[in-house]
């Protein structure tokens, strides 16, 4: 078997490209400022899909350009390397994906040209609850067929990811039964205006620029039409892209990680302590190789499980030890350049601080480490049982 590490032409132009692109359009004060507002402009966004990356991943026949998955964790990992912190591409991405899987082509549509005009996508995605974030499963967020043939939405949904600015929101909600036993669940795509939809701002710690929110449905009424994919299969759908989510996630984490590699390493050899440079003592050269270390091992298993993904590969345990691995490496990480710079990097003087945050989110989002290990773990029992 051949293996082959080199990037395509293509893939060449594409990291150069985004260099360029974060060069021209993003510096430190409008990052901050971007954080500071919670969101990042319109232009920006609508800007980032004109440049064309923002089309990467989608069909052409929606206007899109394909790409493998490999390109696509390129693409995520250099913009939040070059760019420093995290930005709302990954998500929309991500979102339309999960439209034009299980939309309907009316559905697509409407999503698509909303997409292709502004660059965001109409709608958030509202799956936890306050009672079930990781075990999505006991969700008691639920839909009543009435006789008229609507239906009655009752929940609550929170973490919502601009779940306050997009116009709509897609929601998982239980068929009928809000019970634990009952795991039959569909998706619905709702808009904000509904009657008995209300939502309420949460403060993040990090990752600002991206905010989420607390959504109320209080009897919102649905019609069939607005149903996403198969009648209760909303459960099995949810998980379909999760591996891909997990992947984009961790490309970002390389990303980000990799841009506290850049300042930390370069501060060793500028700050002086006792007359030499910091990166002269071995604790601090000990620092960085473990830095890079956790850098180079994240990035090689990432663009695995890609590579994987492409070849039509079970990545089940790969993607579930990437998101553990990666989340908790990337951020420790940033946390030992904040070290390296010590009290400067406890202020806002520098975008350490920024940068950890905004990883430390990343052990969370997505699934949480511990979650990682519960679902490779049984599956590596399983792998290495002898019979
Ligand atoms: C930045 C960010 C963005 C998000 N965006 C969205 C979004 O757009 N839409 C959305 O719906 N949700 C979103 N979420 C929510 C996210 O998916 C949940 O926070 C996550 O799934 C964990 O759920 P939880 O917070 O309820 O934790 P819990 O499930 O309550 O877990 C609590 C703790 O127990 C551990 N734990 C739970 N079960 C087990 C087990 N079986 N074995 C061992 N340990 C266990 C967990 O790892 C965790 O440490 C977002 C979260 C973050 C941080």
Same mark, same amino acid.
């Given at each position: 078997?051949?293996?082959?590490?080199?990037?395509?032409?293509?893939?060449?132009?594409?990291?150069?490209?985004?260099?360029?692109?974060?060069?021209?359009?993003?510096?430190?004060?409008?990052?901050?400022?971007?954080?500071?507002?919670?969101?990042?402009?319109?232009?920006?966004?609508?800007?980032?899909?004109?440049?064309?990356?923002?089309?990467?991943? =989608?069909?052409?026949?929606?206007?899109?350009?394909?790409?493998?998955?490999?390109?696509?964790?390129?693409?995520?990992?250099?913009? &939040?390397?070059?760019?420093?912190?995290?930005?709302?591409?990954?998500?929309?991405?991500? &979102?339309?994906? @999960?439209?034009?899987?299980?939309?309907?082509?009316?559905?697509?549509?409407?999503?698509?040209?909303?997409?292709?005009?502004?660059?965001?996508?109409?709608?958030?995605?509202?799956?936890?609850?306050?009672?079930?974030?990781?075990?999505?499963?006991?969700?008691?967020?639920?839909?009543?067929?009435?006789?008229?043939?609507?239906?009655?939405?009752?929940?609550?949904?929170?973490?919502?990811?601009?779940?306050?600015?997009?116009?709509?929101?897609?929601?998982?909600?239980?068929?009928?039964?809000?019970?634990?036993?009952?795991?039959?669940?569909?998706?619905?795509?709702?808009?904000? @205006?509904?009657?008995?939809?209300?939502?309420?701002?949460?403060?993040?710690?990090?990752?600002?620029?991206?905010?989420?929110?607390?959504?109320?449905?209080?009897?919102?009424?649905?019609?069939?039409?607005?149903?996403?994919?198969?009648?209760?299969?909303?459960?099995?759908?949810?998980?379909?892209?999760?591996?891909?989510?997990?992947?984009?996630?961790?490309?970002?984490?390389?990303?980000?990680?990799?841009?506290?590699?850049?300042?930390?390493?370069?501060?060793?050899?500028?700050?002086?302590?006792?007359?030499?440079? =910091?990166?002269?003592?071995?604790? =601090?050269?000990?620092?960085?190789?473990?830095?890079?270390?956790?850098?180079?091992?994240?990035?090689?298993?990432?663009?695995?499980?890609?590579?994987?993904?492409?070849?039509?590969?079970?990545?089940?345990?790969?993607?579930?030890?990437?998101?553990? !691995?990666?989340?908790?490496?990337?951020?420790?990480? &940033?946390?030992?350049?904040?070290?390296? !710079?010590?009290?400067?990097?406890?202020?806002?003087?520098?975008?350490?601080?920024?940068?950890?945050?905004?990883?430390?989110?990343?052990?969370?989002?997505?699934?949480?480490?511990?979650?990682?290990?519960?679902?490779?773990?049984?599956?590596?029992?399983?792998? !290495?049982?002898?019979?």
């Amino acid at each position: 078997m051949a293996i082959d590490f080199s990037l395509t032409d293509e893939q060449e132009l594409l990291v150069d490209s985004v260099k360029e692109f974060c060069e021209r359009n993003l510096d430190e004060q409008k990052i901050n400022d971007m954080y500071a507002n919670y969101g990042m402009s319109d232009e920006l966004i609508k800007e980032y899909l004109d440049a064309g990356f923002g089309l990467m991943g =989608i069909p052409e026949e929606q206007g899109g350009v394909p790409c493998d998955r490999v390109t696509l964790g390129i693409l995520t990992e250099e913009f &939040a390397h070059h760019a420093g912190c995290v930005t709302p591409f990954l998500n929309n991405t991500l &979102a339309m994906r @999960d439209m034009l899987d299980f939309g309907s082509p009316e559905q697509v549509e409407f999503c698509m040209s909303h997409y292709m005009e502004t660059g965001k996508p109409i709608f958030s995605l509202g799956f936890s609850e306050p009672g079930a974030g990781s075990d999505n499963a006991s969700m008691s967020s639920v839909t009543v067929k009435q006789p008229d043939g609507t239906y009655l939405l009752n929940g609550q949904k929170t973490w919502v990811t601009a779940g306050e600015t997009l116009p709509y929101v897609l929601v998982v909600a239980k068929d009928e039964d809000p019970s634990p036993k009952n795991r039959t669940m569909s998706m619905w795509l709702v808009p904000k @205006d509904t009657e008995g939809l209300t939502t309420a701002p949460l403060h993040k710690i990090g990752q600002q620029i991206m905010p989420f929110c607390e959504m109320y449905f209080d009897d919102v009424k649905l019609t069939e039409d607005m149903r996403v994919g198969e009648p209760g299969r909303g459960f099995f759908n949810l998980m379909k892209n999760f591996e891909m989510e997990r992947c984009l996630i961790i490309a970002q984490s390389v990303g980000l990680a990799q841009a506290a590699m850049d300042d930390a390493a370069a501060y060793a050899s500028e700050r002086e302590t006792f007359g030499k440079p =910091i990166g002269d003592y071995q604790l =601090i050269q000990l620092k960085l190789v473990e830095m890079e270390t956790a850098i180079q091992n994240t990035r090689n298993m990432l663009y695995h499980t890609l590579w994987k993904m492409d070849n039509d590969e079970s990545v089940r345990i790969d993607s579930a030890l990437l998101k553990r !691995y990666g989340a908790m490496n990337c951020e420790k990480v &940033a946390s030992e350049a904040m070290q390296i !710079y010590a009290g400067l990097g406890f202020t806002t003087e520098t975008r350490l601080g920024r940068l950890w945050k905004d990883l430390r989110g990343n052990e969370i989002a997505g699934g949480t480490d511990e979650i990682m290990v519960y679902i490779a773990g049984r599956q590596l029992v399983k792998q !290495y049982k002898r019979n």
